[in-house]
Each structure stands twice: as C-alpha cells, then as structure tokens.
C-alpha cells in the first residue's frame, strides 16, 4: 500500500524558515512527481512546487518563485520543500502529493502558521 506522509510543519515568525519533508513508502518508486500543495482557511487548495524524480524538471507558483525550493532524494522517495522568508499568507496546510503508476496518492497535511 503506498503510503504519503509530511513532515516538518510547525509555528514560525514572519521573515523565518521552514523545511517540509514528504516522504513515500510501500513500492518501488520510478519516474514519478511529487509536490506540494497548500490549502489556507476558507480557500480553495493550490500549486506551490513539483519536481520529478529525475530533478531535471521544477515547478514553482509565482508566490512561492524565490522563497521556496524544492529537492528530492531519490534513495529515500522523499522530497524536500525548504521555505525561506516566510510571510504570513504563507500559513496553511501543506499537503504532499505524488504521481506515479497513473494515479496519485496524498498526504494528510501538515500546518504551517507564519505570525506577523
């Protein structure tokens, strides 16, 4: 069974970093994407980063472009999203997804509150 699981979420001041970790489990992984995506209170959940699993290929969301950066470790089925400079719209639940063997699989979340 695959499992999807993040990591790393937590309460942090405006200006800060974070790091979230999404980390794959129950197969053997191959050329697949993973990213991350964002849902704040009374909002539709959104984009912020992909990568694939060569790490040839990176997406970024215009508000995250900049601040956000995204790695993958391949020996670990992990993906990485280190966040710089944090801004309080930033708060949200952070939730992992992946794409592989043409379906995806997501995460329960992780909260990132970023205070003013």
């Known amino acids: 069974q695959v499992q999807v699981v993040e990591s790393g979420g937590g309460l942090v001041q405006a200006g800060g970093s974070l790091r979230l970790s999404c980390a794959a489990s129950?197969?053997?992984?191959?050329?697949?994407?993973m990213g991350w995506f964002r849902q704040a209170p009374g909002k539709e959940r959104e984009s912020v980063a992909r990568?694939?699993?060569?790490?040839?290929?990176?997406y970024y969301a215009d508000s995250v472009r900049g601040r956000f950066t995204i790695s993958g470790d391949n020996a670990r089925n992990t993906v990485y999203l280190q966040m710089n400079s944090l801004k309080p719209e930033d708060t949200a639940v952070y939730y992992c997804?992946?794409?592989?063997?043409?379906?995806?699989?997501w995460g329960k979340g992780t909260l990132v509150t970023v205070s003013s």
């Open positions: 129950g197969r053997t992984f191959s050329s697949y994407i």
């Open positions: 997804r992946l794409w592989w063997g043409g379906m995806d699989y």
């Open positions: 990568i694939d699993w060569s790490g040839d290929s990176t």
